[in-house]
């Protein structure tokens, strides 16, 4: 199979026989790796069990005997029914076959359907019946089984082709009609300008069927000896759609591959061993870790969080991954939460690259899948295992992102209980560029009633701190920037938003409640693409450099410019992006809802220019009001801006809330809202990032306690200063950009009452 392609067990073709043996892949709920030889009958071992049970001598005897058994004919056998080892070395003496009758034959073709692995006994009392050796009996079994196993195949093959033919025509028939389409008016060729909708659409149909031909036809080689397709090596698998995750292109900036892992490639076939066996090992460290309480685990001070206990972590888990590296500070924290998703589904997103990396966009900066070792069996992810590269991050250019490179295990433990384990491989192949080095992280997955999951995630890294900013480092100490609670709460407000989108009993006496199912979900699309570029681009990756502009230490100003072109996502041209960090006195609650309340805008909003503003629709994505999507309308005295809307999304959890926008056109808008297809309004997303400061000692989350509580405000914007991508940067663009976030952060501080903070 091509490095970095995932073909998802559930897209595979069922290799499961009659009698619910699997041919052609082990059978164990362990690892598999791949297809093994068409001709392993009897006897056919998993690859562990192989490695862990079966000694050289015993594995070429099977080979031999399977070879051997292979080149008898199903209704042609020796007459002395002697095996390979015993024919008669003199090559000069003709071996003689007899026909078996066809009284013989019916009886064991009706025997076959009944049994198609007789045992010893029934070989036997079969060749009574029928005057034939057990030996005989035998062999014509294990052809019978070939010859079955063999039209099967060539079934499905059949099946794959006609499919991938099918799909070729449908794209030839789509291609046909873009080179002539014509004016529905004059009947003349469609103007640019006219078809660009239209155009945009057909093209984006025809790169989700080419991506489909692409996985028939990888299926397809695999039957048939050699390859349709040639893959890239860091390509990543086809959009997902269970749940419409990762609809949008993925652009190189958000999950394209930093300085470290750019110089990492797919494991080497000697390291692959060494992989299974360390994700093996990993997977059980993970569910005993998960299931444990003290000592192993123990209260923080706050009571918030379960922090680790490193001696007693030493004396239970000796052979790790190797000690702590000198200078690292190790991070591990526990976390269960309830989510409102069903196990499989649940699964299925952290084993997909693209929707793992979408659900969690404020964690994951950037993500790839580097080499699929196994698929799974059993038509699931149970066995899967693949090696990837991500890039974690805090949305703040003041803290560094962490890059790591590991492979990712998933196991089913029982009926409804599977686990997902991460660990580093830099053991495998070490690096003098780690930063940070995962030991057995992941989460332990349960099914609950009424489509509900109970979720136990184990964050355990060690990591070298050195690069954080002084404003981010206790919460970055403390656990709360990438701990486990932070990844349970992220998910649990996702989930809540997937139930919003899929949910169909929409109230409809609420003013403002978009109530048409498709408009709901085009405008939820649309804003989960906000959200991603946002997300993308706040942080200090390293696939894009800050330029500090102004400032002293936390209050510095720091800028990098882009260049957008071909993406009809973006408005084309240069486009500058600025942010800053900074510290309030006051909750981080409360900073949330001054910001998110469109009634307040205008206290901060320059750009409306003290207009009102007024919500025209909303989504609710979940249980907080906060957690929503609004349209906004600014009614500004200036006549040139009084048709501007505003898409906004905010959204909050115990651990960080986000207040994103985007200007968009009234006319796209309108489309969207009519079920429209999202994927072509240009968005440049501004917004914030709220964190607690990590110094309370009650609650480091959202609710207002009154207290001595901080926040850690982000503010980020990204403005349009040239519409000619080739045209150079003016020094008064940037100034300008500089002095707009410079005076919002004032206006923030001054309506917070903390404008000497």
Known sequence: ??????????????????????????????????????????????????????????????????????????????????????????????????????????????????????????????????????????????????????????????????????????????????????????????????????????????????????????????????????????????????????????????????????????????????????????????????????????????GTTCMLNEEEYIRTFPSGIGPKPTGFKCEASKETTVVIMNHVNLVEILMDVNQWSTLFSGIVSKASTLDVLSTGVAGNYNGALQVMTAEFQVLSPLVPTRESYYVRYCKQHAEGTWAVVDVSLDTIRPSPTVRCRRRPSGCLIQEMPNGYSKVTWVEHVEVDDGGVHDLYKQLVSSGHAFGARRWVSTLDRQCERLASLMASNIPTGDVGVITNQDGRKSMLKLAERMVISFCGGVSASTAHTWTTLSGTGADDVRVMTRKSVDDPGRPPGIVLSAATSFWLPVSPKRVFDFLRDEHSRSEWDILSNGGAVQEMAHIANGRDPGNCV???????????????????????????????????????????????????????????????????????????????????????????????????????????????????????KASLSCDNA
């Open 630 to 748: 609004s349209l906004l309308r600014v009614n500004s005295a200036n006549s040139s801006q009084s048709n501007m809307l505003i898409l906004q999304e905010s959204c909050t959890d115990p651990t960080a809330s986000f207040v994103i926008y985007a200007p968009v056109d009234i006319v796209a808008m309108n489309v969207v809202l009519n079920g429209g297809d999202p994927d072509y309004v240009a968005l440049l997303p501004s917004g914030f990032a709220i964190l607690p400061d990590g110094m309370t000692v009650t609650d480091v989350g959202m609710a207002d306690s009154g207290g001595s509580s901080g926040s850690l405000l982000t503010v980020a914007f990204q403005i349009l200063v040239d519409s000619v991508p080739t045209a150079k940067l003016s020094l008064g663009s940037v100034a300008t950009v500089n002095n707009l976030i410079a005076c919002t952060v004032e206006r923030i």
């Open 1 to 302: 199979m091509p490095a970095g392609v995932m073909i998802p067990a559930r897209n595979m073709p069922s290799m499961i026989t009659g009698n619910g043996s699997v041919s052609g892949y082990g059978t164990s709920s362990g690892l598999t790796l791949g297809q093994q030889p068409n001709n392993m009958m009897e006897g056919q071992l998993h690859p562990l069990e192989m490695t862990q049970n079966a000694s050289e001598s015993e594995i070429a005897r099977m080979r031999d005997e399977e070879f051997d058994s292979t080149n008898k004919s199903g209704s042609e056998n020796h007459e002395l029914g002697g095996s390979g080892d015993d024919q008669d070395p003199r090559p000069n003496k003709k071996k003689r076959y007899h026909r078996h009758t066809q009284h013989q034959i019916q009886e064991m073709e009706a025997f076959f359907k009944e049994c198609p692995h007789p045992d010893d006994k029934q070989r036997k009392e079969l060749g009574r019946e029928l005057g034939l050796e057990p030996l005989q009996v035998k062999f014509w079994f294990q052809n019978k089984r070939t010859q079955m196993k063999t039209q099967h195949e060539r079934h499905e093959n059949t099946q794959l082709r006609t499919e991938n033919e099918k799909l070729r025509a449908d794209n030839m028939r789509y291609r046909e009609a873009l080179s002539t389409a014509s004016c529905p008016n004059c009947g003349g060729p469609t103007a640019v300008g006219q078809m660009s909708f239209d155009e945009h659409h057909l093209r984006l149909e025809n790169s989700r069927l080419r991506e489909e031909i692409d996985r028939i036809s990888a299926i397809a080689a695999k039957y048939v000896g050699k390859p349709v397709v040639n893959f890239p090596l860091l390509s990543s698998p086809a959009p997902p759609r269970p749940f419409d995750f990762g609809s949008q292109p993925v652009t190189e900036e958000m999950y394209g591959v930093g300085d470290l892992l750019r110089s990492i490639s797919a494991p080497s076939e000697a390291d692959k061993p060494m992989i299974i066996e360390l994700a093996v090992a990993a997977m059980e460290e993970l569910v005993r870790m998960a299931q444990m309480g003290e000592p192993l685990w123990m209260t923080s001070l706050d």
